[in-house]
T-cell receptor
Framework: GAVVSQHPSWVICKSGTSVKIECRSLDFQATTMFWYRQFPKQSLMLMATSNEGSKATYEQGVEKDKFLINHASLTLSTLTVTSAHPEDSSFYIC??????????FGNGTRLTVT | AQKVTQAQTEISVVEKEDVTLDCVYETRDTTYYLFWYKQPPSGELVFLIRRNSFDEQNEISGRYSWNFQKSTSSFNFTITASQVVDSAVYFCALSGNSGNTPLVFGKGTRLSVIA
């Protein structure tokens, strides 16, 4: 079945550094991918919609200059958390949908900023 | 606007009991999709089911069953003869009628199955 690979699965970084998270669709092409964020014991909230070949669409309250999204190919979207701070520590998860079938999620990335 | 309500924050049952997780949704779309996902402690989301708004047939998959009631905007999930491995957070979610629309998640229900 459709598989979405997300890397890394966890990362610890120092405050002020940037972190890049990759989301790949392994056996299908995804023109659209979604990035969600989940704080501890909370639900998943949509951060942005990543469209191949065009600018991402960000949800209200999500800083586009802080969370850079690049969707340069039909199988890869990246989320870069720039100048990360402890409050950015969260679980980030991507999803993608092919031509058929339900949305598939990556396994998520647990980011800890110290 | 779309909204999903999972009123049960936490449920605890003893192994082999049946348990039903409630989900109520709001949408103005006439065509939409409903989902259930399981999130174990490791964090990944495990897809359980997708149902479109025109298919009100109840579905059974092993110990899992789903009851879709359009009249009450509910999409409840029942686990029969629960097992310890069923312990997880379960999310109900809703998406719009066109392809490539994101999911709106409920707040999740944390299920603990005690041996």
């Amino acid at each position: 079945g459709a598989v979405v690979s997300q890397h890394p699965s966890w990362v610890i970084c120092k405050s002020g550094t940037s972190v890049k998270i990759e989301c790949r669709s392994l056996d299908f092409q995804a023109t659209t991918m979604f990035w969600y964020r989940q704080f501890p014991k909370q639900s998943l909230m949509l951060m942005a919609t990543s469209n191949e070949g065009s600018k991402a669409t960000y949800e209200q309250g999500v800083e586009k200059d802080k969370f850079l999204i690049n969707h340069a190919s039909l199988t890869l979207s990246t989320l870069t958390v720039t100048s990360a701070h402890p409050e950015d520590s969260s679980f980030y998860i991507c999803s993608a949908e092919g031509n058929r079938g339900p949305l598939h999620f990556g396994n998520g990335t647990r980011l800890t900023v110290t | 606007a779309q909204k999903v309500t999972q009123a049960q924050t936490e449920i605890s049952v003893v192994e082999k009991e049946d348990v039903t997780l409630d989900c109520v949704y709001e949408t103005r779309d006439t065509t939409y999709y409903l989902f259930w996902y399981k999130q174990p402690p490791s964090g990944e989301l495990v897809f359980l089911i997708r149902r479109n708004s025109f298919d009100e047939q109840n579905e059974i998959s092993g110990r899992y069953s789903w009851n879709f009631q359009k009249s009450t905007s509910s999409f409840n999930f029942t686990i029969t003869a629960s097992q310890v491995v069923d312990s997880a957070v379960y999310f109900c979610a809703l998406s719009g009628n066109s392809g490539n629309t994101p999911l709106v998640f409920g707040k999740g229900t944390r299920l603990s199955v005690i041996a």
